[in-house]
Structure formats: C-alpha cells, structure tokens
C-alpha cells in the first residue's frame, strides 16, 4: 500500500497540473489527490461507495489524510462527489460512520466544518444544491456526532463526595 500512495503523490509532484472536475477548475494538490484515489478505488455503480471504501479504501485514505485536517476534509469532498454521482446520498451517512470509526478523519471539528461550509465541495464539481442535498444527508449522523460528544463530556465531569 505504501508503494502505491508513494507512486500516487510521485506521480503528481508538488506542484499537479490543474484539472477538471465536473465544470469547476481545480488546482488544489489535496483535491487532485483525493479526486485520483477516488476514481481509482471507487466504480459508480457497483457496490455502494460505503461497501467499497470499507472492503479497500480504508488505508489508502488513512495513509493519505494522516491528522492533515485538509486533507481529511478533501476526503470528505471527494466521497460526497462519488455519492452524488451514485446518486446514493442515504449512503452519506455509513461512509462517514466509516471515516469516524476508522480514524480517517479523527475529530469532530472536521466534521462540523465540511458540514458548514457547503463552498468546500465546489472544488469537486460539487453543485450548490447537490451540496446543501448532502448536508441534509448528513443531519442524522450530524446529530449523532453531537449527542455522543456530549455524552463525553457528561463521562468527564468528577464528581466530588
């Protein structure tokens, strides 16, 4: 695996060319790279995008994202745009359980971020309305985020006798 991501990043040096993705032109080296991994581990269309990052995407994006919270949300990016395209958005929500769950993206203000800025997406060809369609897919795990942070910070109080 390290081979291969060694092989990705070589391959787009420091400074990738643009592309385009969707009608949007896109110059961030994160998005690229995440843009390329998606289209190499994912085939719309098959199984669901969740069934195919769990089954192998898992390291590849692990390895990639590292704790770069960029990169995480560029991950995040470029997921929602293979779920659009899949038009499978009600699997927003187990493909970002499996981000959470395995570490890829490995804090909640990550989350809230992607969340509340729909603007990220544009990068990925990600449509203004698509964009606020998959923020609505993402509410109830949204919620869940919330409600588990704030059972955390109830387990954190000491109570004195």
Request: aromatic content about 10%.
């Amino acid at each position: 695996m390290e081979e291969a991501i060694s092989s990705l990043t070589s391959k787009m040096g420091t400074n990738p060319k643009p592309i385009v993705i969707g009608e949007t032109m896109c110059f961030n080296p994160n998005s690229i790279m995440f843009f390329m991994l998606s289209e190499a581990l994912f085939e719309v269309g098959k199984l669901k995008i969740s069934e195919q990052l769990k089954s192998k995407g898992i390291p590849y994006f692990k390895a990639l994202c590292g704790d770069d919270s960029k990169r995480q949300v560029a991950a995040m990016c470029s997921l929602e745009r293979f779920l659009i395209e899949a038009e499978d958005l009600a699997d927003l929500h187990p493909v970002w359980n499996l981000l959470y769950s395995s570490d890829i993206v490995n804090n909640d203000e990550t989350f809230e971020s992607w969340f509340d800025t729909p603007n990220f997406s544009r990068e990925f060809g990600v449509g203004d309305e698509a964009g606020m369609a998959s923020r609505k897919a993402a509410e109830p795990f949204m919620n869940w985020l919330h409600t588990a942070a704030e059972d955390e910070d109830d387990d954190d109080i000491d109570i004195a006798y």
